[in-house]
């Protein structure tokens, strides 16, 4: 997987890879672990939901 966009922050890394429709996720640390895969409506979905607050911890 080739990220097209990885952050670091405090040793917690992430990398989001495009691949057609789907969108991957995984470890920045662990090239050979597993990869989280999503539909594109899946992951626009989600990005909506981090922008809006709904996974802020209470």
Known sequence: MSST????????????????DTVL??????????VLTFSRTEWLSFREGIKAGAFDAV
Request: hydrophobic share 25%.
């Open 25 to 34: 996720v995984r470890d920045g640390k662990d090239a050979d672990g597993p």
């Open 5 to 20: 966009w990885h952050s670091c922050n405090n040793g917690n890394c992430v990398e989001v890879a495009r691949h057609g």
